[in-house]
């Protein structure tokens, strides 16, 4: 079973401070991908990332993939109230392009 | 498009009563899944369809039962609820690119069960 480790399980931070939360598995990943989930929502696609070393920018999200495709991380600078939201690594299950296995998330408040 | 919708949004159940989850999606996807979100524990699959008329079980499947007879609908089964299933559930869609590249999936809005 490939698994998925998230920390920190909670993050409570002020408006405008930086952060980084890690995925992390001891197996490799063909790709990661990221979601945020809203409260009361379903999660919402953020970035894929597919090549080992790759960073990907999205406005003031930073994503990176590892070296060796085992993890991932996702830093976030100058955060925003609007960033609140429940984050969740998934990887591609049992060798499907299909099948996901979540992480259990990362739940970040950005207090104003 | 409406994307992914499920009815009904929040639903309580007594033990031992049924339930069917809806799910429709109108982009055409061919692949669907099920999945329950507990608290502090992620997404488990419990079932995923690869086109109409072909489901199989995810992770957690005992309990449930799935059918797939359209393309757009999904629904999810509950035939003798128990307390273990209160859970908020999310029905999610992609399409299948036959490409080796992991697939975007699209979430619906959830419904949340409860069972007393």
């Known amino acids: 079973t490939q698994l998925l480790e998230q920390s920190p399980q909670f993050l409570s931070i002020q408006e405008g401070e930086n952060l980084t939360v890690y995925c992390n598995s001891s197996?490799?990943?063909?790709?990661l991908q990221w979601y945020r989930q809203e409260p009361g929502e379903g999660p919402v696609l953020l970035v894929t990332?597919?090549?080992?070393?790759e960073v990907k920018k999205l406005k003031r999200l930073t994503f990176q993939f590892g070296d060796a495709r085992k993890d991932s991380s996702l830093h976030i600078t100058a955060a925003q109230p609007g960033d609140t939201g429940l984050y969740l690594c998934?990887?591609?299950?049992?060798?499907?392009?299909?099948?996901?296995?979540f992480g259990k998330g990362t739940l970040l408040t950005v207090n104003p | 498009n409406a994307g992914v919708t499920q009815t009904p949004k929040f639903r309580i159940l007594k033990i031992g009563q049924s339930m069917t989850l809806q799910c429709t999606q109108d982009?055409?996807?061919?692949?669907m899944y099920w999945y329950r979100q507990d608290p502090g524990m992620g997404l488990k699959l419990i079932y995923y369809?690869?086109?109409?008329?072909?489901?199989d079980k995810g992770e957690v499947p005992n309990g449930y039962n799935v059918s797939r007879s359209t393309t757009e609908d999904f629904p999810l089964r509950l035939e003798l609820a128990a307390p273990s299933q209160t859970s908020v559930y999310f029905c999610?869609?992609?399409?299948?690119?036959?490409?080796?590249?992991?697939?975007?999936?699209?979430f619906g809005p959830g419904t949340r069960l409860l069972v007393l």
């Open positions: 999610a869609s992609s399409l299948s690119s036959g490409g080796a590249l992991i697939e975007t999936q699209y």
């Open positions: 998934a990887g591609a299950a049992g060798g499907s392009n299909y099948k996901l296995t």
């Open positions: 982009m055409n996807h061919n692949y």
């Open positions: 990332v597919v090549t080992g070393g």
């Open positions: 369809s690869v086109g109409a008329g072909i489901t």
């Open positions: 197996s490799v990943f063909s790709s």
